[in-house]
């Protein structure tokens, strides 16, 4: 099994940064490859960002280009999701999510409990 556990939440204030981290562990993915998702009050979960240890491809929603930045660590099996520029409408919780395929859209084996994050206007 695969364990997801996610953490740098929390309150900010629109046009400021967050960043979260996620550590994977157990055992590996059949297919190298983590990503987040998000949740918004009243809204259903929606990708946000994803990586390709293989590759080193980087895929990302258009609402959050330019402003978030996914990269890794391999070597500590380590996602990291550089949030800057946030807007109240970036308030949900985040899920750290690992393995799975990506065609055209992210499907994920495994997902985290998820981590809130909160801007402020």
């Known amino acids: 099994q695969v364990q997801l556990v996610e953490s740098g939440g929390g309150l900010v204030q629109a046009g400021g940064s967050l960043r979260l981290s996620c550590a994977a562990s157990?055992?590996?993915?059949?297919?190298?490859?983590m990503g987040w998702f998000r949740q918004a009050p009243g809204k259903e979960r929606e990708f946000v960002a994803a990586i390709t240890w293989s590759y080193g491809n980087h895929y990302y929603a258009d609402s959050v280009k330019g402003r978030f930045t996914i990269s890794g660590d391999i070597a500590k099996n380590t996602v990291y999701l550089q949030m800057n520029s946030l807007r109240p409408e970036d308030t949900a919780v985040y899920y750290c999510?690992?393995?799975?395929?990506?065609?055209?859209?992210?499907?994920?084996?495994?997902w985290g409990q998820g981590t809130q994050v909160t801007v402020s206007s």
């Open positions: 999510v690992g393995g799975g395929t990506y065609r055209g859209s992210y499907y994920p084996d495994y």
């Open positions: 157990g055992r590996a993915f059949s297919n190298p490859m």
